[in-house]
């Protein structure tokens, strides 16, 4: 069982920056694969970056890719998103989930556990 909770949401202009964390219960932290989702209001939840259990592997959504890093420390079960350059479209919840195998994945069912989700805002 592994439980998440994200931090670091907020509002923020277009152009600027924010880092999403997401801290994780449970000794095996260490061998999930992460990823970072977003919902935004009357749309499906979405897929934005994923890593894996060493961090040797990454993987973004097309509307992010050179935006957005999604990193980890297993030292600390915590996995980071930084997200620069921020445009209105990405404004939503984001959710952070684990995947309880080594390698990235970039579709909502490949995840069992998932955070409560944290608000950007970009405004205009």
């Known amino acids: 069982q592994v439980q998440l909770v994200e931090s670091g949401g907020g509002l923020v202009q277009a152009g600027g920056s924010l880092r999403l964390s997401c801290a994780a219960s449970?000794?095996?932290?260490?061998?999930?694969?992460m990823g970072w989702f977003r919902q935004a209001p009357g749309k499906e939840r979405e897929f934005v970056a994923a890593?894996?259990?060493?961090?040797?592997?990454?993987y973004y959504a097309d509307s992010v890719k050179g935006r957005f890093t999604i990193s980890r420390d297993n030292a600390k079960n915590t996995v980071y998103l930084q997200m620069n350059s921020l445009k209105p479209e990405d404004t939503a919840v984001y959710y952070c989930?684990?995947?309880?195998?080594?390698?990235?994945?970039?579709?909502?069912?490949?995840?069992?556990?998932w955070g409560q989700g944290t608000q950007v805002t970009v405004s205009s």
């Open positions: 989930a684990a995947r309880p195998r080594p390698v990235v994945a970039g579709t909502n069912g490949a995840y069992d556990y």
């Open positions: 449970g000794r095996t932290f260490s061998s999930y694969a």
């Open positions: 890593i894996s259990w060493s961090g040797g592997s990454t």
